[in-house]
């Protein structure tokens, strides 16, 4: 399923929640290679979670959060105008409400 994008395309929607999109200047291979980081560090995070390792975990989610700020999708914003940044937020409590309320219904298309 695809995630309604902010006609910025900076962010995408879950549930009502923003994401940070991943860094559109980032060449493609990038982003592949830095995906596939992420992919395997949250796997790390799986496995020292069922292990109960916690200095496993520590690191594991160190990895996340390293893949996921050189994707861009945390830490500095990749844009350049100052506009300030919505991660996380409800997209009803930012500048995007009047574009939120206006995307189709998703309920029926996440039930499928």
């Known amino acids: 399923m695809r995630y309604p994008v902010t006609p910025d395309g900076r962010y995408f929607v879950v549930r009502g929640r923003l994401w940070r999109c991943t860094n559109p200047a980032l060449s493609q291979e990038e982003r592949e290679r830095l995906t596939r980081e992420l992919m395997q560090a949250r796997s790390a995070v799986g496995r020292a979670k069922r292990a109960g390792d916690e ?23 990749w844009w350049t105008d100052g506009a300030p940044d919505y991660n996380r937020r409800l997209a009803k409590n930012t500048p995007y409400r009047e574009w939120f309320a206006n995307i189709p219904d998703l ?4 039930e499928s």
Request: charged letters at 30%; hydrophobic letters at 40%.
């Open 55 to 77: 200095e496993r975990l520590r690191s594991a989610c160190t990895a996340v959060n390293e893949a996921k700020v050189a994707l861009g999708e945390r830490g500095a914003v």
């Open 107 to 110: 309920s029926s298309a996440e």
